[in-house]
């Protein structure tokens, strides 16, 4: 079973002598886990990506009341944390950072259908910003955390706050693209 150290990945064998004749030697292998997604794309366009959403959504007039609500005057606050985020998220350098407060602040906010307004935003930002295989990698994020806030919604009193903690613990251990 792989384990972590360093900057390796270190598999030890389980078999007494394994293909490699090893005989119970460890093997290093390249730190690429093989659920990592496919990115085309560098901070430079990570960063166009967020300014091109974070413009949209300000000018959207659906999005306006609940994101003033949301947001406030914090533009340059919601921009950076949307934008580590997608970085932990996307580069999988680390693991998110995630605001319990704000996520329950948002579900109190948003309904299904301003998700959804969000989740289409984001792609079209994505497709006119990034190549269209990392803008389709973008919009499997966003659909996947528009079905999680949307499943949140669909339910109230403890269920919502039990579902809420699990989104909350996913995104915070950065498991956003498993389906476990």
Same mark, same amino acid.
Request: net charge negative.
């Given at each position: 079973?792989?384990?972590? %150290? ?82 932990? %998220? ?91």
């Amino acid at each position: 079973m792989p384990r972590l %150290t360093g900057i390796n990945f270190i598999v030890v064998c389980p078999a007494r002598v394994c293909d490699a004749g090893c005989q119970w030697r460890r093997h290093n292998f390249m730190p690429f886990p093989p659920f990592a997604p496919s990115v085309y794309f560098e901070e430079a366009d990570l960063a166009a990506l967020v300014a091109e959403f974070s413009e949209r959504v300000r000018r959207s007039p659906a999005l306006r009341p609940a994101m003033d609500r949301l947001v406030g005057n914090q533009w340059e606050e919601a921009e950076a944390a949307t934008t580590a985020f997608l970085r932990a %998220t996307l580069f999988l350098e680390r693991r998110p950072d995630v605001d319990g407060d704000w996520l329950a602040k948002s579900i109190r906010t948003l309904d299904a259908t301003s998700i959804d307004q969000l989740a289409d935003i984001l792609l079209d930002c994505a497709l006119v910003v990034l190549p269209l295989h990392s803008a389709a990698v973008v919009a499997e994020v966003s659909d996947a955390l528009a079905r999680l806030l949307k499943d949140v919604l669909a339910h109230d009193g403890v269920m919502r706050q039990r579902l809420l903690f699990k989104v909350q613990s996913r995104l915070a251990a950065g498991a956003l693209m498993s389906s476990v």
